[in-house]
């Protein structure tokens, strides 16, 4: 239904507008409820159908399309393959998940480790080293509200 609603009515915004995409939807609903001043929207993983049609028309429209996703094996993943459709990665790079491990240490949070086989991150190519060294997974909701702020 969603996938025929947006053939029958493309999304539009102005070119330029922000639109942030994530890929868990509490940071939807966290937006909402900050009351951010973007447009946010949420994967729910792995897109297809509807989200890569609205991704297709934002980015048509000359929306500033950016993506962050968790820090594990898969959600990198799904960053490259976002960064392919044109979407800038959104503080997903070697700081910040530096700095998401240390935040989430200095809280007393014990990180799962990632197992899997760590994807390549063509956006920043040392993310690529430095996650498969460390393998610690941050999920992006741990970073809220940060996540919620453009800089």
């Known amino acids: 239904p969603l996938f025929l609603a947006l053939r029958s009515h493309p999304a539009w915004v102005p070119a330029g507008t922000d639109v942030l995409f994530f ?3 509490r940071l939807v609903e966290a937006a909402a409820q900050r009351r951010t001043p973007f447009a946010v929207v949420a994967l729910n993983g792995n897109p297809a159908g509807a989200a890569l049609a609205l991704l297709a028309q ?3 429209c000359g929306a500033a399309l950016r993506y962050h996703g968790d820090f594990d094996a898969a959600g990198l993943g799904i960053c490259a393959r976002m960064h392919r459709l044109g979407l800038v990665p959104w503080r997903m ?3 910040d998940y530096l700095a998401a491990v240390a935040h989430a240490e200095a809280q007393g949070a014990e990180l799962p480790r990632d197992h899997l086989p760590v994807p390549q991150t063509p956006w920043e190519p040392a993310l690529e080293r430095c996650f498969g060294r460390s393998r610690r997974i941050v999920h992006e909701e741990r970073l809220l509200p940060g996540l919620l702020e453009l800089d």
């Open 93 to 95: 790079g070697v700081r």
């Open 23 to 25: 890929e868990n939807p």
């Open 58 to 60: 934002l980015g048509a």
